[in-house]
């Protein structure tokens, strides 16, 4: 498989190393203020760059016929609209908040967990995230969907559900759900220990993006694994 890496910042060259190890080839690298090819052979892109520059790169693929994988995460409010153009212009786009399988189980563990809280009020719920003190958007994405979980699993108000964020260092990510109570504290939390669990499932999404039409996610991918 040929790829096509948009962004080749320490999570580009992770992703590359990740590419090379399973046996594919990184065609081109395109970063920052890199002039774009009039033509890009490739079977996929991987996009990994700013919230202020995603969605242009996003559609710069999709024009030269690409299958996007998209881990920057940031551009939420235009989304819908993405999704929207994505579906009426026959692309493909594979975008989440976090690649890492690990991160994807504990989204799974807290869907069920804020289930199971439902109406606790003697319990309330907080989320921290910490990363390093090179990523733009605050809270992460990843934040943000636990705490969309929360909301829709839990049947509590966003506004109920406070998000601390911290940056420090080289940080690859690390969150934490914490439901506190009078009596016991319950936490579950996930850290990363590098970046090869974000690139690894980077690959597999863009291995699984191929052949495909429309807007996919992780839990569908993770289901088929």
């Not at 299958?67 to 929207?84: F, K, L, N, Q």
């Amino acid at each position: 498989m040929k790829i096509a890496l948009i962004g080749y910042g320490k999570m580009g060259h992770a992703i590359e190393a990740a590419a090379v190890k399973r046996g594919h080839t990184v065609a081109y690298k395109i970063d920052r203020d890199d002039p774009w090819p009039n033509t890009i052979d490739a079977d996929v892109a991987i996009e990994f760059t700013t919230p202020a520059t995603a969605v242009a790169n996003i559609r710069r693929c999709w024009a030269a016929g690409l299958p996007v994988v998209c881990g920057t995460t940031g551009w939420d409010a235009e989304r819908t609209a993405v999704e929207a153009e994505c579906m009426a212009g026959g692309h493909t786009l594979f975008a989440a908040s976090n690649f890492s399988i690990g991160m994807n189980i504990m989204f799974a563990l807290n869907e069920r967990l804020a289930a199971m809280m439902r109406g606790r009020d003697d319990y309330s719920v907080a989320i921290s995230e910490t990363h390093h003190i090179h990523k733009l958007d605050a809270p992460s994405g990843t934040a943000l969907t636990l705490q969309k979980q929360i909301v829709e699993s839990g049947k509590r108000k966003a506004e109920s559900i406070p998000i601390a964020s911290y940056r420090e260092g080289e940080v690859p990510g690390t969150h934490t759900v914490v439901y506190d109570s009078a009596i016991d504290t319950l936490t579950l939390t996930h850290e990363a220990h590098s970046r090869e669990g974000l690139a690894l499932g980077a690959m597999l999404a863009a291995e699984y993006a191929v052949g495909k039409r429309g807007v996919l996610t992780m839990k569908e991918m993770i289901c088929e694994l």
